[in-house]
């Protein structure tokens, strides 16, 4: 199961107005009431999700191997960010992402999501230790 080079420039966007749940007082990533890291990678990785997943074949996935990011701005409760992923490379089952996230002009983080193609199945099984 390999990834073809025609699924490069695949994009995706995702948005999330922050809630006081989105803080990383409330993820446990710090202690102030703005835009946490984890909630940060999580939209970032919707994103990827996102950009490929009208391409998988018939009982394929992605999982996520490596993260870069940066998170360069704070984002205060009530904002509305806009994470995007861009397919930069498939190099077999390996997919590597350009990442970014806005408010508005400003760039609250960026960065590179790999994820790797797997049979959903198998993955599954061996998570669990049937296979």
Partial sequence: MEATGGWVGAASR???????ADTAQAV?????????TP???????AATVGAT?????????????????????PTPV????????RLAK???RRLT????????????ADGRVERILVDRHRFV????GEG
């Fill in 14 to 20: 995702v948005q999330l107005t922050v809630t006081d």
């Fill in 28 to 36: 446990g990533s710090g202690d102030v009431p703005v835009l946490g």
């Fill in 39 to 45: 909630r940060v990678l999580a939209l970032v990785e």
């Fill in 53 to 73: 997943a009208n391409r998988l074949p018939p009982g394929a996935t992605t999982v996520g191997i490596r993260v870069e990011l940066d998170h360069r701005a």
């Fill in 78 to 85: 009530g904002r509305t960010v806009v994470a995007e992923a």
């Fill in 90 to 92: 498939a190099d077999g």
């Fill in 97 to 108: 992402f350009e990442v970014i996230v806005r408010d508005g002009d400003a760039v609250v």
């Fill in 125 to 128: 099984e061996r998570a669990f």
